[in-house]
């Protein structure tokens, strides 16, 4: 054949062909490699932040959520709080520490419970005219607890169940702690032994150091997106966005100074 201007031009593009398409091969290797070190490095950093958050969660930190009223007006339902997990393991539980644990019933459900630290090993309680007594260890007269701390609906109603009316004085045993609710009229705890009857052997008014789990010491907060709102008289359901509790971080009653027994 002749060779024509168009047959030059054809193949010339022929001859280009292969090298553009060697060029477009060597850039999507290249784009792929820079993929694959993203993802590789993606999976690193992914796995080296789970593991700092499993050993934070496991030896220092981690959240738990209240369920319940029973610690009203201290810590709400549903609110999200942190608790330590180191403090018990080097030290013993301080007065008035807010802890959680779980109970010795007997029930075969492993139940978290938070209270408050009232009386520690040793002491001597009383409860009269609705009042709380104390009595430490190495003093003789019972001092009367002022708890300013506790809810107007709360305030001189601490009194023990109908069913355990013949004991008003409980000796803590050594290594033991007697814990309430700040919600005192409407709670089961160390009063009631943890249930609503305190008539088996096996039930106690106490619980151990080792049954103590975590203790308390961030709120976090409880932020509703699904909060419910009904229209009344159209009865219409509508979503909303709302703070159920608000956050506190360090400012939450987890500590308090009984100046009457120092």
């Known amino acids: 054949t002749e060779n ?3 047959n030059e031009n054809l193949e ?20 792929n490699e820079d993929f694959l070190a993203y993802f590789k490095d993606l999976i690193k950093d992914l796995a080296i932040i ?10 220092f930190v981690t959240p738990f959520q209240i369920s319940g009223h029973s610690m009203d007006e201290s810590f709400s339902d549903k609110e999200y709080i942190l608790v330590d997990l180191l403090s018990y393991r080097i030290s013993d539980p301080a007065r008035w520490d807010a802890v959680v644990f779980i109970p010795n019933i007997k029930n075969g459900v492993k139940k ?12 001597t309680i009383k409860f009269e005219w609705w009042e709380v007594y104390i009595k430490q260890k190495w003093k ?16 001189w109603k601490t009194d023990i169940p ?6 008003k004085e409980f000796e803590i045993p050594e290594w033991s702690y007697f814990v309430m609710w700040d919600n005192r009229t409407n709670s089961s705890d160390s009063r009631s032994c943890f249930t609503y009857t305190c008539t088996w052997d096996w039930l106690s008014h106490f619980i151990k150091k080792s049954d103590i789990s975590w203790r308390v010491f961030l709120s976090i ?23 159920e ?4 971080f360090f400012n939450i009653p987890n500590k308090w100074n009984y100046d009457e027994i120092k």
């Not at 789970?50 to 030896?59: A, D, E, K, P």
């Not at 978290?112 to 009232?118: D, E, G, P, Q, T």
């Open 4 to 6: 024509t201007p168009e």
């Open 12 to 31: 010339l593009e022929s001859v280009q062909k292969p090298e553009d398409s060697s060029e477009e091969l060597a850039g999507k290797k290249e784009k």
């Open 50 to 59: 789970l593991l700092v958050v499993v050993f934070i969660r496991t030896f």
């Open 112 to 123: 978290y419970f938070i209270k408050r630290v009232i009386w520690l090993p040793g002491e």
């Open 140 to 155: 003789e007269d019972s001092i009367k607890l002022n708890e300013p701390y506790l809810s107007e609906t709360n305030k």
């Open 162 to 167: 109908i069913f355990v009316l013949w004991k």
């Open 221 to 243: 907060w409880y932020f509703s997106i699904f909060d419910q709102v009904w229209v009344i008289p159209t009865q219409i359901k509508f979503w909303s966005l709302s703070w």
């Open 245 to 248: 509790v608000k956050p506190r």
